[in-house]
Nanobody, 127 residues
Framework: QVQLVESGGGLVQAGGSLRLSCAAS????????MAWFRQAPGKEREFVAG????????YAAGSVKGRFTISKDNAQNTVYLQMNSLKPEDTAVYYC????????????????????WGQGTQVTVSS
């Protein structure tokens, strides 16, 4: 497994921006797809965005497409989530996750395909 530590959450007004960071250590970071999930109170954890191990392909959920951008810096062992045009419905705890398989061909949106998780960072968007 890989150890993941998120940072960058906070309180922001609707329309504002935040950038989340996820620092990784342990298992070779550059070989694994990475993703961000989120969980709002009373709701299931859901996929937000993912990026291929090489950093060359990204995928975002429909609810955030065009507003959120995921990126990966293999040299810094860090993955980012840039969140723009935030909405109150984006309020949730955001989790960084690492795919259990190395070199998976496609970015998975399935929670069970990820075996390493950060502790989560709270994002609150006020209206």
């Amino acid at each position: 497994q890989v150890q993941l530590v998120e940072s960058g959450g906070g309180l922001v007004q609707a329309g504002g921006s935040l950038r989340l960071s996820c620092a990784a250590s342990g298992r070779t970071f550059s070989r694994h797809n990475m993703a961000w999930f989120r969980q709002a109170p009373g709701k299931e954890r859901e996929f937000v965005a993912g990026i291929k191990w090489s950093g060359g392909n990204t995928y975002a959920a429909g609810s955030v497409k065009g507003r959120f951008t995921i990126s990966k810096d293999n040299a810094q062992n860090t993955v980012y989530l840039q969140m723009n045009s935030l909405k109150p419905e984006d309020t949730a705890v955001y989790y960084c996750a690492a795919d259990r398989l190395a070199y998976r061909v496609v970015v998975s949106t399935t929670i069970n395909d990820y075996d390493s998780w950060g502790q989560g960072t709270q994002v609150t968007v006020s209206s």
